[in-house]
């Protein structure tokens, strides 16, 4: 790939490290995109993605890949799922990209959340509300699933390294 900026880290699945990643990722695009607003969006559509990665990850290996190619800013993370969270979370973003209006749609998963016994079942519904990102999938043999979160930004938006 020809990314303007990117970078790309796998690690074994744990939840500690979702902050310090997201912390890496606000300070390293903070760097190279002078909008603030769109680095804490990212910032905040990485650590959802993240979190939902390692907690479901039924193997030793989560990734994240986060890369800006002007003008579309994409977040990616992958990981090993079992049949049951696979089919969980194909079904919720399915349900999220039905949804017509983002911030209804969230606001309909905060109070699904009130009766949720495992989980807030809201990070996606933020990444598409509050990063304002659109949300997709790719499964890849069977049990491997890529969750990408993505934008585009305005040219005023952009800039280049620091």
Known sequence: MSAAAYFHLSFAPNIKLVSTVRRFTGEFYRRIIPDEDVAARLALATHELLENAVAYAADGDTGVRIELDAPNLTVRTW???????????TTAIDELNKAPDADAYYQQMLMRATTRTEGSGLGLARIRA?????????????DRVCVIAQTRIAPEARGGAA
């Open 79 to 89: 990981n090993r799922v079992k049949s049951p969270q696979l089919h969980d979370l």
């Open 130 to 142: 509050e990063a304002d990102m659109a949300v997709s999938y790719q499964i890849e043999g069977g």
